[in-house]
């Protein structure tokens, strides 16, 4: 998969749009418009700002307006299936100041202003906003407009919602910042299972090796090791999770050249050993 960057203006328009997802290939990008996300059958990374995470059956998330990020799909063995999910795009300045500055809507008010980190709902909420999603896919007019209201009220309610990026992440448009990212990240994408290089990165970039590494862990949150080894475990818990090979082959084929290391770096990321993580999808 090749990513790309697009920064759309005004793209979804101005209305309450929801849609069935059938794209295949992810791209780092952001538009004005909120974005919610259910993912019903596919698997991959997701990246949403500087936050990084697996993502899986039933994932929902809540995107602001202008808040860069990709949904990086792993190959599946009969392909990615087509309705792999629900989005649903709005702009926040539609529903009107007047309607928005009423007591009964400061709970999603507070909704709102919390995804300017991004947002992510625990599976239950998940499953209870699959159906309204679905409404909305067909529904049109007044009837559309309850059940978008309707799944507001279920993320508002949400007791379990978790943020995504960290409280610093820089969020300032960067036209040529976000141009580097998308070609750094789609390189460690590709070549993850092999050794990848500061120098190399940095010449992607265009930039010294010193001023990249400052530039990486400012704009990704993570340093460039630590990200790296990110990608990697997370691709290992999609094949621990949907495949019969050895953890032995899992480990090289996600690049880690010793089974000792891909332990180590394995346990970090999920408090697990390969081997337990496996049973518990067993």
């Known amino acids: 998969m090749v990513a790309e960057y697009e920064i759309k203006d005004g793209f979804y328009g101005d209305g309450f749009r929801a849609s069935k997802i059938n794209e295949k290939v992810g791209f780092w990008h952001m538009h004005p418009e909120v974005e919610i996300v259910l993912n019903l059958k596919s698997y991959g990374t997701r990246i949403i700002g500087d936050s990084v995470e697996l993502f899986d059956k039933h994932d929902l998330t809540m995107v602001s307006g202008n808040l860069p990020h990709s949904w990086n799909h792993y190959n599946q063995k009969d392909g990615i ?124 970039a265009d930039m010294s090796p010193f001023a990249f590494s400052r530039f990486f862990k400012r704009n990704s949150g993570a340093g460039l090791v630590e990200y790296i080894n990110q990608v990697r475990t997370n691709k290992a818990c999609y094949l621990l999770r949907e495949t019969d090979e050895t953890i032995a082959d899992i480990a090289d084929e996600c690049g880690f050249k010793s089974i000792s290391n891909f332990n180590k770096q394995f346990r970090r990321y999920t408090s697990l050993s390969p081997r337990d993580y496996r049973m518990n999808y067993r």
């Open 81 to 204: 299936p087509d309705d792999h999910g629900i989005v649903c795009h709005f702009r926040a300045d539609s529903i009107g100041d007047k309607l928005m500055s009423q007591h009964e809507f400061s709970s999603f008010r507070r909704l709102l202003a919390e995804s300017e980190r991004g947002l992510t709902f625990p599976l239950e909420d998940a499953k209870r906003a699959e159906p309204i999603l679905t409404d909305m896919t067909r529904l049109t007019g007044l009837k559309k407009m309850v059940s978008f209201f309707s799944l507001m009220e279920l993320l508002a309610s949400s007791a379990k919602r978790k943020q995504l990026c960290s409280e610093d992440y820089r969020r300032a448009f960067d036209d040529r910042g976000n141009r580097r990212l998308v070609k750094v990240y789609s390189y460690i994408r590709e070549n993850y299972s092999k050794q990848v290089s500061l120098k190399k990165l940095a010449d992607i």
